[in-house]
């Protein structure tokens, strides 16, 4: 069974440019989570969906980050204008909503120069 | 926030040798959760436990719900240059009304052949 699905892998962009990453649940999961990682701040959640509506996103850090989840097997978190701190290691994950087991997508390496 | 401690954040041990790492917290906790993180990649769901005091193993890792609730243990038997990596513990709040999960740090761990 595929696991979680990220894309891209890598992305290296300027300072200002929009991005957009994303992600494709594990099939059967409802709930659906976006984290950033760096080596300052560790894991962060940044948001999460249940059943494609959007739950928490107290974790986002401004107005600049937004994220959807259109339907159940897609979502994508934007960054718009992005910007050189916001370079990090971007992962969703997925869970059944009724288990706390979250499982993770390999993950987006954003560079913002 | 809430927070999860582990320390040290890094140990280096001998191919061969057992290791036994902690995950603190002042807080009172669901659920625990233990994951591996390998360089380039998400981190992966070792071992999930839901019990105070359960004991649960997977091959050579075993990981203890504690008693009090405020903490776990994960140990690895007989360690393998592939056992390297990021080890996190997660947890999820006793009052925590979402399916969110806490962080902690991790720990880095180094096998020497």
């Known amino acids: 069974d595929a696991g979680v699905i990220q894309s891209p892998r890598h992305e290296v962009t300027e300072m200002g440019q929009e991005v957009t990453l994303r992600c494709k649940p594990i099939?059967?999961?409802?709930?659906l989570f976006w984290y950033r990682q760096t080596m300052m701040r560790g894991l962060e959640l940044l948001i999460y969906f249940n059943n494609n509506v959007p739950i928490d996103d107290s974790g986002m850090p401004e107005d600049r980050f937004s994220a959807k989840m259109p339907n159940a097997s897609f979502s994508t978190l934007k960054i718009q204008p992005s910007e050189p701190r916001d370079s990090a290691v971007y992962f969703c994950?997925?869970?059944?909503?009724?288990?706390?087991?979250?499982?993770f997508g390999p993950g987006t390496r954003l560079t913002v120069t | 926030g809430q927070q999860l401690n582990q320390s040290p954040q890094s140990m280096f041990i001998q191919e061969g040798e057992d290791v036994s790492m902690n995950c603190t917290s002042s807080s009172i906790f669901n659920t625990w959760l233990w994951y591996k993180q390998d360089p380039g990649e998400g981190p992966v769901l070792l071992i999930a436990l839901y019990k105070a005091g359960e004991l649960t193993s997977n091959g050579r890792l075993t990981a203890q719900f504690g008693i009090t609730r405020k903490d776990s243990f994960l140990n690895i038997s007989a360690s393998i240059p592939s056992d390297v990596g990021i080890y996190f513990c997660?947890?999820?709040?006793?009052?925590?009304?979402?399916?969110?999960?806490?962080f902690g740090k991790g720990i880095t761990l180094s096998v020497r052949p």
């Open positions: 099939s059967g999961h409802n709930s």
């Open positions: 997660a947890g999820q709040l006793l009052t925590g009304a979402n399916s969110k999960l806490t």
């Open positions: 994950a997925s869970s059944t909503g009724r288990s706390y087991e979250q499982y």
